[in-house]
């Protein structure tokens, strides 16, 4: 049982190249979650999933898409990379609203 | 909007002290309310949870009480170890309905001295 698993861990882009995180739980958790967490601001909610097909914004959604074909995994790209995207990503599962959110070990990306 | 704001930091303590973490926030409705704690290198965990008014969340020695007419969600513990050094968030569930979504605080880093 590996929980909330995050790849890659660490990523340096420059200007305007596209990426894509991807996020695996293996808890058959319905709700997904993507934060990012940058220093002194705490984590802020970029999109999330309520079920695998959906997708809903969050807090901070400007310049990143996400999908969840799976219920499994909850992909988020960055299709043009700006250096205000430099952050660490972090993606959460919960098996019902209300539960106990379970993070994954983050992605330290760096846009330069 | 719904909002969390903790006591900064750094909070630095020798071995054994006791330690308190300010939270308060600001909420529309009857939230609950968290303590996550991420350790050096690594994702954020559960610490403790209270979900309604004077509910007491517990554990590893952490306690927290939800204080609903302070709108008051205070970490303590009464003696620290090196191993607590850690940054702290505290965080609301903004949406009772629906995904769950919460809203955090900016971190606590906490710093234990031997």
């Known amino acids: 049982n590996a929980g909330v698993t995050q790849t890659p861990k660490f990523r340096v882009l420059k200007t305007g190249q596209s990426m894509t995180l991807l996020c695996a739980q293996d808890m058959n958790h319905e709700y997904m979650y993507w934060y990012r967490q940058d220093p002194g601001m705490g984590l802020r909610l970029i999109h999330y999933?309520?079920?695998?097909?959906?997708?809903a914004k969050g807090e901070v959604p400007d310049g990143y898409n996400v999908s969840r074909l799976k219920k499994q995994n909850f992909l988020l790209g960055l299709e043009s990379a700006a250096p205000s995207q430099t952050s660490v990503y972090f993606c959460?599962?919960?098996?019902?609203?209300?539960?106990?959110?379970?993070f994954g070990p983050g992605t330290r990306l760096t846009v330069l | 909007g719904d909002s969390v704001t903790q006591m900064e930091g750094p909070v630095t303590l020798s071995e054994e002290a006791f330690l308190t973490i300010n939270c308060t926030y600001t909420a529309t409705g009857y939230p609950s309310l968290f303590w996550y704690v991420q350790y050096p290198g690594e994702g954020l965990q559960l610490l403790l949870k209270?979900?309604?008014?004077?509910d007491k969340g517990s554990n590893k020695g952490f306690e927290a009480t939800y204080r609903k007419e302070t709108t008051s969600f205070h970490l303590e513990k009464g003696s620290v170890q090196v191993s607590d050094s850690a940054v702290y968030f505290c965080?609301?569930?903004?949406?009772?309905?629906?995904?769950?979504?919460?809203?955090f605080g900016q971190g606590t880093r906490l710093t234990i001295n031997p």
């Open positions: 965080a609301l569930s903004a949406f009772p309905e629906g995904a769950q979504k919460l809203v």
């Open positions: 959460a599962s919960s098996y019902r609203s209300l539960g106990e959110q379970f």
């Open positions: 999933s309520v079920g695998e097909g959906t997708t």
């Open positions: 209270a979900t309604k008014a004077d």
